[in-house]
């Protein structure tokens, strides 16, 4: 007993010719189909080349293109000629030029004697298949499709098209039930020969013939008919990209297909020296006795086809460049946003850098500059503290610094002295936490010993500024998890707020200490004449004019304890 | 395809590293040289050289040059089209040649592929460590910045526009509009009808600065490792600038010449030390895309 092979060939004929002397020489029978379009004069040379093996033939030649009915019509006749030519073949195994054994023949050989009566095909109800390209699964086989999917993508588009619209509808023969699958198969000689010399077969290849991809449809249907031994896989190890054209496979995927345990691999990179020498020869010849495994290898591609319809959230670059809203993400990772925190408490960004595994930076959007964490003139993926450069391309200036943290909690203030073009992108982001103090920018114009009437218009500035920022963060685009106190409301009870917004972003260990809100004594009488001078001081909330907080004329006597 | 100009001691380190890449043949444009680059070139079998004493600037930094003669030799072929200071880095450059590139972006069907120029300098002043021929440069420069470029879409060619690294950082930092442009497309199976507009930077038929994917994901690409910044850059910096013969009245030039007065250090505590492609993948500089 033995299995035979069943090659068809385009391109790399020097390859093909390699595989098929390794098969014909561990005494299984191949037949080769060499596509029409290969030249009369390689193709003379290609079977010159084989003429020493006597157990080699080649069948009626095809002119074949993808997706269409002749590469059926190919391998049926090349396994005709197999199964004619070789009777002692009991499994027939269809493989192309550029596939490649990757385990001894002789453990393929004891495989297949060990399941006599299996077929080795994957075949699928149309329902539950997930990997068709361009949305064609069921309608593959009730639509017809005279043109060229390679050459003529517009016109075959629009025949598609038609025929929804017209909802044209094909007949399925009866008794048929489509199923889908890989097109590498290895059935027994009683299933193949069923299928090929059925009376029906006729009117099978007459309605196959205009069916879409026919050759990973045809045989996958009929073999339902005549066998129940299916085992649904193929022993091809075959990985398609996200636009359905196989993966190829390099030197360097060498122990990655040592390791699959499957019996053959496609396709192989006709320039892949090692894998060709190092699987045709006799030192691979490790008997395993192993399962085939592609376990290993599916993660892999599958990976592969992950980054590129998905990519990596929060990288813009040459290659990714999302289109709004496909950002998927517009940072890579949480960050959290503190505004007017460093103007009411003293020395906050120490506190907090103390108190939460966290990167604290200061006004990274100040106008002077970046106030990177530690006063750093340059930050991670050396990005600089140039107020010009951030402010040239502002978003790209947050995603890389998102970006370049990975794995680091970033945190930082911002306020309304800084520059704003961010806002938007802040209040959008699904990544930040946007803790707000509204109005707490007062507190340093408080301190502060300008001219009350610059101190007034500065004062209208920036409450004018802030309420713009206030209305993203609260307008029905807004995506950050936002919070907002009125400063009145903060100080008569600090710690809640401190605490959830601590708690957020996981202590380091526990909090032992508050921090120290700066005293504002007359801050109340201060409001009252900045409205006296025609000001209206709102987003503060509500300051009696001679409040005074008593908590905060002494230091905290006890530390603040959080469960 | 190469134009150059004075660039004798770069040479054989150039050649050698693409031909262990992969390359088959060198088109090479000297642009009146007088270091003997022209003579060690015409010893090599494997370069068409030819010789232009004609202006720089009026070929439009040399793109016309180029173009005719991709156009004239190129058709159908793969070309790559790098500066004598460019060293192309792509996914698996390590163990797969150019030819299983461009062998799975023809089954791709990709006609171009994109390579961010990557500004590469040495840690310490530019000249501590002199460049010796046929000397890896990367020896000497050897750092990088990983995170700080800013891109944004040409609306015109429909390209990226990508600047920022070392030079926007060092010598642009308040004037960034004019930090030079990074986006390079060097590999491009050639028509006789495309043709590079500015540089390597875009071309025409725009379709082909398509290098990018816009619905999140991310297609494949490389870099081109950038050997500016070597003790040679200073006298090249000064030649250059008399010559007037650079890209908008040589404004970058401008720049060099009065940073290089001081002899400044690229390098910064948060430079990224050159490892090999996949460092730089994972850093989000380059992408395998969908190549496994």
């Known amino acids: 007993m033995s299995v035979g092979f069943v090659m068809l060939v385009h391109t790399a004929l020097d390859r093909a010719e390699q595989v098929a002397r390794h098969w014909a020489l561990h005494d299984c029978p191949v037949v080769i189909h060499v596509d029409k379009k290969v030249s009369r004069k390689d193709h003379s040379a290609f079977v010159s080349a084989l003429s020493d093996l006597d157990n080699v033939r080649f069948s009626k030649r095809f002119s074949c293109e993808w997706g269409t009915w002749s590469l059926v019509e190919a391998s049926q006749a090349a396994s005709e000629l197999l199964l004619q030519e070789f009777p002692e073949a009991r499994h027939v195994f269809l493989s192309s030029g550029s596939c490649l054994p990757l385990r001894p023949v002789q453990e393929l050989k004891d495989y297949l004697d060990e399941r006599p009566m299996t077929n080795f095909i994957e075949s699928v109800t149309t329902e539950d298949v997930p990997w068709t390209v361009g949305g064609l699964d069921e309608e593959r086989f009730t639509l017809r499709f005279p043109f060229s999917w390679k050459r003529r993508r517009r016109l075959f588009d629009a025949y598609v098209r038609i025929q929804r619209r017209f909802k044209f509808k094909r007949k399925i023969p009866e008794g048929l039930v489509p199923h889908l699958g890989s097109q590498w198969w290895c059935l027994t000689r009683q299933t193949l020969t069923a299928i090929l010399e059925d009376p029906d077969r006729a009117t099978y290849d007459r309605y196959f013939s205009k069916v879409w991809i026919p050759d990973e449809s045809y045989y996958q249907t009929l073999v339902r008919l005549y066998s129940t031994n299916i085992e649904s896989r193929s022993l091809t190890l075959s990985k398609f990209d996200f636009q359905g054209k196989p993966h190829i496979f390099y030197d360097d995927h060498m122990q990655l297909l040592r390791r699959s345990d499957c019996f053959v691999a496609r396709k192989i990179w006709p320039h892949a020296d090692k894998l060709y020498d190092g699987f045709l020869s006799e030192n691979a010849a490790i008997i395993t006795g192993a399962e085939p495994n592609p376990g290993k290898i599916d993660r892999i591609f599958s990976k592969a086809v992950e980054r590129r319809t998905k990519g990596r959230a929060g990288l813009y670059m040459q290659s990714r460049f999302p289109n709004a809203g496909w950002e998927n993400g517009l940072t890579g990772a949480p960050y959290a946003v503190f505004e007017g925190f460093s103007e009411l408490f003293e020395n906050f960004e120490d506190w907090l850098s103390r108190m939460v595994g966290a990167r604290v930076h200061g006004h990274l959007f100040a106008p002077e500059r970046a106030e990177f964490a530690g006063g750093q003139s340059v930050f991670a993926g050396a990005l600089s503290d140039s107020a010009a450069l951030r402010d040239y391309n502002p978003r790209a200036f947050l995603t890389n610094l998102i970006w370049n943290t990975r794995g680091e909690r970033q945190c930082f203030q911002f306020g309304p002295r800084d520059t704003q073009d961010i806002s938007w992108d802040l209040a959008k982001d699904s990544n930040a936490t946007i803790s707000v103090i509204s109005g707490a920018w007062a507190v340093p114009l408080f301190y502060s010993n300008a001219n009350f009437s610059d101190i007034r218009k500065e004062a209208a500035r920036l409450q004018k500024i802030e309420a713009k920022h206030l209305d993203a963060l609260r307008s029905f685009y807004a995506k950050a998890r936002v919070r907002i106190w009125p400063l009145a409301e903060f100080v008569e009870n600090p710690m809640e707020p401190l605490q959830t917004t601590i708690d957020e972003l996981g202590t380091r260990h526990r909090l032992t200490e508050a921090p120290r809100i700066v005293s504002l004594d007359g801050f109340g009488q201060f409001l009252q004449n900045l409205k006296n001078q025609g000001m209206h001081p709102h987003l503060m909330g509500d300051f009696p004019v001679s409040h005074t907080l008593h908590r905060n004329k002494k230091k905290p006597s006890k530390p603040y304890l959080v469960k | ?292």
């Open chain 2, 1 to 292: 395809m190469s134009t150059l100009r004075n660039e004798r001691v770069r040479l054989p380190y150039f050649l050698d590293y693409y031909r262990a890449l992969g390359a088959n043949h060198f088109l090479v444009v000297d642009n009146d040289s007088d270091d003997g680059s022209r003579d060690y070139l015409a010893e090599q079998s494997d370069v068409s050289l030819w010789t232009t004493t004609a202006s720089y600037k009026r070929s439009r930094f040399g793109v016309d040059w180029l173009n005719w003669l991709a156009r004239r030799h190129a058709h159908g072929h793969w070309v790559l089209t790098v500066d004598p200071d460019e060293f192309f880095i792509y996914p698996f450059a390590d163990t797969r040649n150019l030819r299983a590139l461009t062998d799975w972006l023809d089954a791709s069907s990709i006609r171009s592929f994109g390579a961010m120029l990557l500004d590469m300098y040495p840690k310490g002043p530019l000249d501590s460590k002199p460049y010796r021929e046929g000397q890896d440069p990367f020896e000497i420069a050897s750092w990088f910045d990983s995170g700080n470029y800013m891109i944004t879409k040409n609306p015109k060619f429909g390209n990226l526009w990508i600047q920022g690294g070392p030079r926007a950082r060092a010598f642009f930092p308040d004037n960034p509009a004019r930090a030079p442009a990074l986006n390079k497309i060097p590999l491009v199976k050639w028509h006789r009808s495309y043709t590079y507009v500015s540089s390597t930077h875009n071309l025409l038929p725009r379709g082909l600065n398509q290098i990018f994917d816009e619905w999140g994901g991310e297609k494949a690409s490389g870099i081109l490792l950038h050997a500016k910044f070597l003790d040679t850059f200073s006298n090249k910096a000064e030649e250059e600038l008399e010559r007037k013969q650079h890209y908008a009245a040589s404004h970058e030039y401008k720049a060099y010449a009065a940073k290089l007065k001081d002899n400044p250090d690229l390098w910064c505590k948060w430079s990224e030390q050159y490892i090999n492609w996949r460092q730089l993948e994972i850093l989000g500089l380059m992408s395998k895309g969908n190549w496994a």
